[in-house]
């Protein structure tokens, strides 16, 4: 068998922690994707792989033989990209995932980017489900939340903030809270995307953070729901910036609490750990954070 296609299936095994999420990966079946395998192993008269029926791990020569062979292959990617990057554009199908809720802030930059380089096609699927990047085959996802991922990595596009608002008509009816513990005497409707659940965290002037277990009559993940009875005066909101901020510009919300700020998270671009990344997706983050910069005041 061809050596260097085994040690690209040996690394999809190892990265994908199986033969058939491997074999899906690289569109092999299960048997040949084995039989690569075994190919390497009796080469070199060594166990690479410890295979039960739920999942394969590295043995000790395993481990050593991936990363090295790893570093080869990237290496030898890297050849070939930049041999073929002095007489052509970047090219190929770049497969992002994101948010729903901060979609309008990347389809400019899709737009620019497509526009620069034609060449490339877009795969762009949008919702809030944990992902296994490598096994779905995405290049890039963008979040606005960390990722618990340890094998990913995380590239910082912009910090943000939520912003705790009420309409005019819940401001001019009900006191106004002045720190968080006033919160628990108000209808606070709750996003079901919001890291802490129930608890709803601040700083105060001086960077101490406080929170507060609030309760609501609702909880939902669509932002349109939140911002209908938000405007209808039925609660207040710890809302993201980004879906509320033309609201609160146009008078139609109201920022609350005015000496507490909510507590800081990033949006990201996050992708597989790589040693060398794709030209289309490292030109395509790039362009990200270009953008992003310009969102950073409000967001914040």
């Known amino acids: 068998m061809d050596r260097l296609t085994s040690l690209t299936v040996f690394g999809r095994v190892v990265e994908c922690g199986g033969f058939s999420a491997a074999a899906r990966r690289l569109n092999m079946s299960v048997t040949m994707v084995g039989n690569h395998v075994q190919s390497l192993e009796d080469r070199l008269g060594v166990r690479l792989l410890n295979r039960t029926t739920r999942k394969v791990s590295l ?42 809720a901060i979609v309008r802030f990347l389809l400019p930059v899709i ?11 877009l795969d762009f699927n949008v919702g809030e489900r944990s ?25 910082k596009l912009t910090p943000w903030r939520h912003m705790l608002v009420c309409s005019p008509e819940y401001r001019d009816t009900h006191p106004m809270p002045k720190v968080p513990a006033d919160l628990v005497e108000h209808n606070c409707l709750q996003y079901t995307y919001y ?46 910036s980004f879906i509320v901020f033309e609201d609160v510009a146009a008078g139609r919300f109201v920022r609350m609490m005015p000496d507490y ?28 954070v270009e953008r992003f910069a310009e969102h950073r005041k409000w967001m914040t």
Do not use: C
């Open 59 to 100: 043995t000790e020569t395993g481990k050593y033989y991936y990363e090295r062979s790893s570093q080869i292959l990237a290496d030898l990617e890297e050849i070939d990209r930049a041999a073929g990057a002095l007489n052509t554009m970047p090219r190929g199908t770049l497969k992002i995932y994101t948010s729903g």
């Open 111 to 121: 737009n620019e980017f497509m526009t620069q380089y034609p060449a490339i096609s």
């Open 131 to 155: 992902i296994d990047m490598i096994e779905e085959g995405y290049d890039l996802m963008i979040r606005t939340l960390p990722t618990q991922e340890s094998t990913l990595v995380a590239r």
């Open 195 to 240: 890291p802490y659940g129930d608890e709803w965290r601040f700083e105060d002037a001086a960077g101490n953070q406080q929170g507060v277990k609030i309760s609501g009559n609702v909880v939902t993940n669509s932002a349109e729901t939140l911002r209908f009875l938000l405007a209808s005066g039925q609660g207040i909101f710890l809302a993201p």
């Open 261 to 288: 700020r909510a507590v800081e998270f990033t949006i990201s671009a996050i992708y597989p750990n790589r040693s060398h990344l794709p030209t289309k997706v490292r030109l395509f983050i790039d362009l990200l």
